[in-house]
Nanobody, 124 residues
Framework: QVQVVESGGGLVQAGGSLRLSCAAS????????MGWFRQAPGKEREFVAT????????YYADSVKGRFTISGDNAKNTVYLQMNSLKPEDTAVYYC?????????????????WGQGTQVTVAS
C-alpha cells in the first residue's frame, strides 16, 4: 500500500491564496499521475487538477483554470496546488490522489491511492 498525506489547508479570505502539499510514501510504485479533487458538503467529489507523468502535461477544471497551478515531481513523490484568487465556492475538503496505472485522470476512478483530505475554507 501507499500512504498519501495532504497539508496546507486552512481559512482564508476571498481573494487570498493557499498552497497545498501532497506527499506519497510507502512501497515503491510506478506513478502515472497525481491529482487534486475536492468535495463540498452534499456534493460529489469534483476534479480540480492533475499532472500526468505519462502524458507529460497538466489539466485543470474550468472552474479553477487561471487561478490554480499544479506542480510536482514524480521522483520526489510530491505534488503541490497553488491556489490564488480564492472564492467562497472553492470551500471544500481537498484530496490528493495517486494513479498507478493509465487512465483518464479527470475521473476519480482512475486513481488508486487517496489521502484523508485537507479542509480549505474561503470566507466572504
Amino acid at each position: 500500500q501507499v500512504q498519501v498525506v495532504e497539508s496546507g489547508g486552512g481559512l482564508v479570505q476571498a481573494g487570498g491564496s493557499l498552497r497545498l502539499s501532497c506527499a506519497a510514501s510507502g512501497r515503491t510504485f510506478r506513478k502515472y499521475a497525481m491529482g487534486w479533487f475536492r468535495q463540498a458538503p452534499g456534493k460529489e467529489r469534483e476534479f480540480v487538477a492533475t499532472v500526468s507523468w505519462s502524458g507529460g502535461g497538466t489539466y485543470y477544471a474550468d472552474s479553477v483554470k487561471g487561478r490554480f497551478t499544479i506542480s510536482g515531481d514524480n521522483a520526489k513523490n510530491t505534488v503541490y496546488l497553488q491556489m490564488n484568487s480564492l472564492k467562497p465556492e472553492d470551500t471544500a475538503v481537498y484530496y490528493c490522489a495517486v494513479a498507478g496505472h493509465g487512465g483518464y485522470y479527470v475521473d476519480y476512478n482512475s486513481y488508486d491511492y487517496w489521502g484523508q483530505g485537507t479542509q480549505v475554507t474561503v470566507a466572504s
